[in-house]
């Protein structure tokens, strides 16, 4: 069964720091991984889709990375900035199915 | 090209009340998905329909949950004989067809059972 663990749960940073936030995932056999942005409140945003022969993603200050075989994959936030405060979700997609798995998320917070 | 729209935003119901959430996909798509939210848990994957038709509800509450997708109008997610323990953030994704590679969230409902 395949389960979606993301460290760590909380983390709270000065403006300006670059951000690592990890994922790992128990079965290696994926379609794609995905990683969500939630707003309190709100629905989620979808940033970046790795597909299971990729290695890595990028969207301008956003870069993610698969490692599969190792069942990891990080979410990079250069130079973070208070609107990026939010909750970061990563899901991955099994083979032949069509639904995600999410892992509980890491809520950041980026204070001036 | 409107997102994913779910309605209501908010609901309120009483022990006991049916709760009835609405789902409509993206223009073009025919594929839905729904997944709660329940407080300090992850999303977890309910049921996913075609139009007219079921194709996975291995997340799908045994009793009082129900989803439809008809030809015609949105997405019903109905909860029957809502408890406190539903009290969650309700979901909807859709995608334009079966394995295609990205799906579309919808801002949520929020369910309170009072």
């Known amino acids: 069964k395949q389960e979606v663990t993301q460290i760590p749960a909380a983390l709270s940073v000065p403006e300006g720091e670059n951000l690592v936030l990890n994922c790992s995932f128990t079965d290696s056999a994926i379609y794609n991984l995905q990683w969500f942005r939630q707003d309190p409140g709100k629905g989620l945003t979808s940033l970046l889709l790795i597909q299971s022969s990729q290695r890595e993603q990028t969207s301008g200050r956003l870069n993610a990375s698969l490692d599969k075989s190792s069942g990891r994959s990080t979410l990079y936030i250069a130079a973070s900035q208070p609107g990026d405060s939010a909750t970061y979700l990563c899901a991955v997609r099994p083979p032949n199915t069509d639904k995600l798995i999410f892992g509980t998320g890491t809520r950041l917070q980026v204070f001036p | 090209n409107a997102g994913v729209m779910q309605n209501p935003r908010h609901l309120v119901r009483r022990r006991g009340q049916e709760a009835r959430l609405r789902c409509s996909p993206m223009?073009?798509?025919?594929?839905v998905y729904w997944y709660r939210q329940l407080p300090e848990e992850g999303l977890k994957f309910m049921v996913y329909?075609?139009?007219?038709?079921?194709?996975?509800e291995s997340g799908m509450p045994k009793e009082r949950f129900s989803a439809e997708f008809p030809k015609e109008g949105p997405s019903i997610l109905r909860i029957q004989q809502v408890v406190r323990g539903d009290s969650a953030a309700y979901f909807c994704?859709?995608?334009?067809?079966?394995?295609?590679?990205?799906?579309?969230f919808g801002q949520g409902t929020r369910l309170t059972v009072v």
């Open positions: 994704a859709s995608s334009s067809a079966q394995g295609a590679t990205e799906a579309f």
């Open positions: 223009k073009g798509h025919s594929h």
């Open positions: 329909l075609q139009k007219e038709n079921i194709i996975d």
